[in-house]
């Protein structure tokens, strides 16, 4: 479906209206999309679809997922965390995880920037230059 760009405008000033402090609020996102659900305006359906991209995008960015070959202690996570913060600012959810097939290093994934240190991604690297 193509979403016009009057669409993208509105869905766009809609979730300007739903951020409270920086951050996204359920409540009126709610309020928001039954209003528009109610008052059917010309092309709603594009507006609600850029929309909900506009949500999912946002939510993306409060997600960072820290990957290692094997567990972190907790006084290096809190490093990571603090680290994080400072760059994306409060109110991230971390989620760490376990991957051996990283053979050592980090990988981290906050919204779209992924910072890949480890060695799996370094071998790829150096297998990808010659």
Do not use: H, W
């Not at 509105?10 to 209206?17: D, K």
């Not at 008052?39 to 949500?55: A, C, D, E, H, S």
């Amino acid at each position: 479906m193509k979403v016009s760009k009057q669409a993208r405008l509105e869905a766009r000033r809609a979730f300007r209206e739903c951020v409270v402090n920086g951050r996204f609020d359920e409540g009126r996102g709610r309020q928001v999309v039954n209003i528009l659900v109610e008052q059917k305006p010309r092309g709603f359906l594009g507006i609600l679809t850029q929309f909900q991209k506009l949500v999912k995008l946002d939510d993306a960015r409060r997600n960072a997922t820290i990957e290692s070959a094997t567990a972190l202690t907790p006084d290096y996570q809190a490093k990571v965390q603090a680290d994080l913060k400072k760059v994306y600012g409060d109110g991230l959810n971390f989620t760490f995880k376990q991957n051996p097939a990283l053979l050592g290093g980090l990988r981290i994934q906050v919204g779209g920037d992924v910072y890949d240190g480890s060695v799996q991604g370094r071998l790829e690297a150096l297998k990808e230059s010659f």
